[in-house]
């Protein structure tokens, strides 16, 4: 057993390197930072100092090479644009992104569920029905569009909901929240729709198919021979069973919604880090990349090697097979 | 007493007095410190929190500001400015001699990005507490119109929080605080979410504004920007989108304010001899100056303006706007469109048969890609086969400094405000030493302009350097040095109610905008 853990451990060590090689042999296309950081009137010599200064006349290798150096002693570097430290930034902008994929992903599973259940109740239902057709709308509609036209609505037709930004935070010790605020509140739910309207449905479909599979199943027959309510058949029993299969897909997805959360924090402003990812591409802000990379994929290979483990607790044959 | 008068002018003048005023920028500002990053986000939001000697006024001219006034010393050695008494910077210190003096030796540090303004300087000399004297190597007539945007430092405070020095690769003090002279001070600044500004209690100047707290926010999505001004979240967006214009028009919540910028447009070309070898383009087709001629002909720029930018834009002539201080009044006829003309003289210089390499930014300039694809339309029209490639700055600027191209496009916006600026930087002959021509990327070279820029750059005598300048913009328009299209427009969006100023520098001066 532990021979399989330190080799899957291993394992993932080489998965971030390849990763962080590949990101940055990528950061030489996305352009040169060098004339964002100065202004018209500068002359060759002073780009050239400075591309020397960053380090940017070295081969990509080199770069990546002086990176992990850093990383492994806690540095991410100095970002460009903002010429603060990137961890820090990191840091004041994770508590955005958390709370926002943490409110879209209780909305996706609470509705995803409640609607999975009603349409498979309800199967030919004229709702259920109508439900299954419009979240066909909701899969096929780009997020960037769901967000404007979300924005045109509530913001700018009824002025219901800001149009943008977090509203007033709180800070709690270096974790701004947005959850104590009326504004900060009002503020969560166009973009929390806007980034857990797939998984929802996602989620909703799989309760629904699921659900019709337990529905035809023998104990539901025996449990309506016996005069128990629909109630009771349908979320006691039914429910239940229906939910195995779901938990492993809401887990999977979990990571993509922060991951995936950049297209919703750029059409919303939402100051967390994949508006920060989006802005550091367009000034070609290399440190704010690689970490912000790095962190991603750490979360990934993360993720997957806890399902990896946990599969060999349950599954002896796998510990077998390593 | 008499800014009591004034406070009290301004109460009855304004019944809704104290006002909080949110906007939205595209590009948040790099830095607070005003020597680090030589850019209009960042110069144009700290021109309301730091000052210079002298300021510009509503119409571009040359103001005093932290000077009272100047003179030339002797006959151009420098120029002596007295300072303003009973200033203080917003931390409560006195301003004087001896901040002018540090805030030089600031700008003009080689990690400063604004030394190349204290190029022709070779001294400065502090007189007494509220004189100062700025030496040149030579002869400047137009130095006060070129510091206006260096800002003054206390030099206490600079040196108490070790930012005595900008710092562009790591950041310092002075990139997250800022301590100015000027009407706003910064009360928090969140870099890329929010700063927040409120008055300068101890401003010398007499209030405009009605504004008591201000907050800018960076909104990169221009969908999102025109959705938070329409629903009142942010009362002013720079910029609104071109093709939004003609619909926030109709609508009686919200203005938009249209103005040229500084900026003029144009093509250049790559005319240095065996550049070849660089693999795409540079084929010495843009040597002879019929090519060059050939494609300003072939460009019906009024029909691009009318189309892309919808009749917001102004046909240019030359490399500086007629906004712009020595603008050749004698040579303002821009280019004639003739798509025939262009076919026989695209054919004389042997253009026929050969690709043209044309690169273009399509985050840069308003609708530039656009622009270039009308461009190669056009030009196609008049029997040139044009090959364009759109790219991101980020990748375009290196492109143009490995010279991979043929023809390309150029946004100037002289930060003199002056014609002698696009001609140090896009016309002399490219001189890494003398730090000339630092943007000339094809290579033009003339040996007379080259000679008239140090007479235009000293002279003193304003009809002579007119004379200077006029010939140099018949030189590089008989020559075809550049294809000048346009003057970018300026279009900012505000609720009605805010009374503000457009600059053609682009800039959003606070203490200009009341709110009713």
Redesign the interface.
């Known amino acids: 057993m532990l021979s399989f853990i330190v080799k899957r451990v291993g394992q993932s060590v080489l998965v971030l390197l390849i990763t962080g090689l590949v990101a940055f042999s990528m950061f030489t296309?996305?352009?040169?930072?060098i004339?964002?950081?100065?202004?018209?009137?500068?002359?060759?010599?002073?780009v050239e100092?400075?591309r020397e200064?960053?380090g940017l006349d070295k081969p990509f290798v080199v770069q990546y090479y002086r990176f992990l150096e850093q990383a492994v002693q806690g540095n991410f570097g100095?970002s460009y644009?903002?010429?603060?430290p990137v961890a820090e930034?990191l840091l004041?902008r994770a508590p955005a992104t958390l709370e926002l994929a943490a409110v879209s992903g209780i909305f996706a599973i609470l509705m995803g569920i409640a609607l999975g259940v009603f349409t498979a109740i309800r199967r030919n239902g004229f709702a259920a029905n109508l439900i299954m057709s419009a979240s066909l709308i909701g899969v096929s509609l780009p997020t960037f569009l769901i967000g404007?036209l979300l924005?045109?609505l509530f913001?700018?037709e009824l002025?219901w909901l800001?149009?943008?930004?977090r509203g007033d935070t709180v800070d709690l010790g270096g974790w701004t929240t947005g959850f104590l605020t009326a504004s900060g509140l009002k503020a969560l739910i166009l973009p929390s729709i806007t980034l857990g309207l797939y998984q929802m449905t996602l989620i909703m479909r799989l309760v629904r198919s699921e659900m019709l599979e337990v529905l035809r199943q023998d104990y539901i027959r025996f449990a309506k021979a016996r005069g128990l309510s629909d109630r009771v058949i349908n979320f006691r029993h039914a429910l239940k069973n229906t939910m195995v299969p779901v938990i492993t897909v809401i887990g999977l997805q979990l990571g993509s919604i922060i991951a995936f959360a950049i297209i919703t924090e750029?059409?919303?402003?939402w100051?967390g880090v994949g508006?920060?990812f989006?802005?550091a591409i367009?000034?070609?802000d290399i440190p704010v990349m690689a970490a912000y990379l790095m962190l991603i994929s750490v979360m990934f290979v993360a993720i997957n090697l806890l399902v990896d483990i946990l599969y060999a607790f349950i599954d002896p044959r796998l510990r077998v097979a390593a | 007493m008499h800014r009591l008068s004034t406070a009290l002018a301004l109460v009855l003048a304004l019944p809704a007095t104290a006002e909080e005023f949110n906007f939205a920028v595209t590009t948040d500002p790099q830095t607070m410190d005003p020597h680090a990053v030589n850019s209009t986000p960042v110069l144009g939001f700290l021109n309301n929190v730091y000052e210079g000697l002298v300021r510009r006024g509503k119409d571009m001219s040359i103001e005093p500001s932290l000077a009272v006034s100047w003179e030339p010393i002797g006959e151009g050695e420098g120029w002596r400015f007295k300072l303003r008494e009973g200033v203080t910077f917003q931390d409560g210190a006195a301003f004087n001699a001896d901040d002018v003096v540090f805030s030089y030796e600031r700008a003009a540090s080689e990690q400063a990005d604004t030394s190349s303004w204290f190029a022709p300087v070779s001294e400065v000399i502090k007189v007494d507490d509220y004189t100062v004297d700025i030496m040149t190597t030579a002869p400047n007539p137009i130095f006060p119109d070129s510091i206006a945007n260096w800002m003054m430092m206390d030099s206490g405070w600079a040196e108490a929080n070790g930012a005595a020095r900008p710092d562009k690769d790591q950041g310092n003090y002075a990139t997250l605080n800022a301590n100015g002279t000027g009407p706003f001070q910064v009360v928090s600044r969140q870099p890329d979410l929010e700063t927040v500004l409120e008055p300068h209690a101890g401003w010398w100047g007499e209030v405009e504004h009605n504004l008591t707290r201000v907050t800018m926010t960076p909104i990169q999505n221009p969908a999102t920007a025109l959705a938070a001004l329409l629903s009142g979240d942010v009362d002013f967006i720079n910029p609104v989108p071109i093709q939004d214009v003609a619909r926030l028009e109709g609508n009686p919540e919200v203005r938009v304010i249209q103005g040229i910028e500084a900026r003029v447009i144009m093509l250049g070309f790559d005319q240095q001899e065996g550049s070849a070898e660089s693999g795409q383009g540079g084929a010495d087709m843009f040597l002879d100056p019929r090519a060059r001629e050939a494609v300003a002909k072939a460009i019906n720029v009024p029909a691009i303006l009318q189309t892309i930018m919808r009749g917001n834009a102004e046909v240019a002539s030359q490399m500086v706007s007629p906004a712009m201080r020595g603008f050749s009044e004698a040579n303002a006829a821009p280019y004639v469109y003739d798509a025939e003309a262009a076919r026989s003289l695209a054919e004389e210089a042997g253009l026929a048969g050969q690709t043209i390499a044309f690169k273009c930014p399509n985050d840069r300039y308003l609708n530039d890609e656009a622009v270039c694809q009308a461009v190669t339309s056009m030009l196609a029209q008049a029997g040139m086969d044009v090959s364009l490639d759109a790219m991101p700055v980020s990748n375009y600027w290196p492109e143009l400094r490995a010279d991979n191209f043929d023809m390309y496009l150029l946004g100037w916006s002289p930060g003199t405000f002056d014609a002698e600026h696009p001609i140090r930087f896009l016309a002399a002959t490219q001189d890494d030493e003398a730090k000339l021509g630092s943007w000339n990327f094809g290579g033009y070279s003339n040996a007379r302009v080259d000679e008239l820029l140090p007479m235009i750059q000293s002279e003193i005598d304003d009809t002579a350097r007119q004379a200077m300048l006029d010939e140099t913009a018949k030189i590089l328009q008989d020559e075809v040095a550049y294809v000048p299209l346009y003057v970018q427009p300026l279009v900012w969006g505000a609720r009605s109610g805010v009374e503000l100023t457009q600059r053609p520098d682009d800039f959003f001066i606070l203490r200009w905008v009341t709110v009713n």
Do not use: A, H, W
Request: hydrophobic content about 40%.
């Open positions: 296309f996305v352009g040169d930072p004339d964002n950081m100065l202004g018209q009137e500068r002359t060759i010599e002073d100092r400075l200064q960053l100095v644009r903002q010429g603060r930034i004041e404007i924005i045109y913001s700018v002025g800001p149009s943008f930004g750029t059409v919303f402003q100051p508006l920060l989006i802005n367009q000034f070609v």
